[in-house]
């Protein structure tokens, strides 16, 4: 179910995709919602920030908590009838330029749809860009994140690995992660590999999958997403 942006939505289990569309604004900016562990929904780490940035807004989330792969509640069944679904929301917003973000599975799917849709940018924070058996072994990765994945009703292995999916060498894409942390380090330089679009943010914040809780306390989280704002329009 697609809905205009409430606060009262947010925990409403029948909307996936949220809206706040202003015509006079070139700038629209998806944010993808993570997998909200201990919450009745996802929920949407950058709500607060990006509330009062002069730009149109989009909130994604996937409420079956299967990476993205089972699709919108309501409104797409898999990952590209969820690309269309999002596609078309972006034609209807007008906007000139396009920036998609999130954190952890939330940064997967900015990821996954900034290069199906062939935005402008992206901005993901601790992503996961693999989920495939061979990478796993490879980056010795067997955290139980996987296990939303491995439950998916639906699963689309091609987009298990975010350097094959096409389009992914269009939008210059931005991942902060902790170099300290070894799973979210691997991810990020496997991405990198995809070619010069890729751009990484190395921090040391602690050693765990906190990157995002780290940059929010210190303030460096609303001046990434402030400057990339303020560049794109």
């Not at 089972?70 to 000139?96: C, M, P, T």
């Not at 940064?107 to 900034?114: E, K, P, R, T, V």
Request: charged letters at 25%; hydrophobic letters at 45%.
């Amino acid at each position: 179910m697609r809905a205009e942006f409430s606060m009262e939505l947010l925990r409403d289990e029948r909307v996936s995709v949220m809206t706040d569309f202003r015509e006079e604004e070139d700038l629209l900016l998806i944010a993808f919602a993570g997998v909200g562990i201990g919450m009745g929904v996802p929920y949407f780490e950058f709500l607060k920030l990006i509330g009062e940035l002069p730009i149109q807004r989009m909130f994604v989330r996937d409420l079956q908590k299967s990476w993205y792969h089972a699709g919108l509640r309501g409104l797409a069944a898999n990952i590209d009838q969820a690309a269309d679904v999002l596609r078309d929301l972006v034609a209807e917003s007008g906007a000139k330029r396009v920036l998609t973000m999130g954190n952890s599975m939330g940064g997967y799917a900015a990821i996954l749809f900034g290069a199906l849709l062939e935005v402008d940018e992206v901005l993901a924070f601790g992503a996961t860009t693999f989920a495939d058996t061979a990478n796993r072994l490879r980056y010795l990765d067997f955290r139980p994140l996987f296990r939303y994945l491995k439950k998916s009703p639906v699963k689309t292995k091609r987009y298990f690995d975010l350097r094959r999916v096409p389009g992914i060498e269009k939008p210059d894409i931005h991942l902060y992660f902790d170099a300290a942390y070894r799973e979210d380090s691997a991810h990020a330089r496997h991405l990198a590999k995809a070619g010069a679009n890729v751009h990484l943010h190395p921090c040391r914040v602690g050693g765990k999958h906190h990157v995002i809780k780290k940059l929010k306390a210190s303030g460096e989280l609303h001046a990434i997403i402030q400057t990339t704002v303020e560049r794109l329009r």
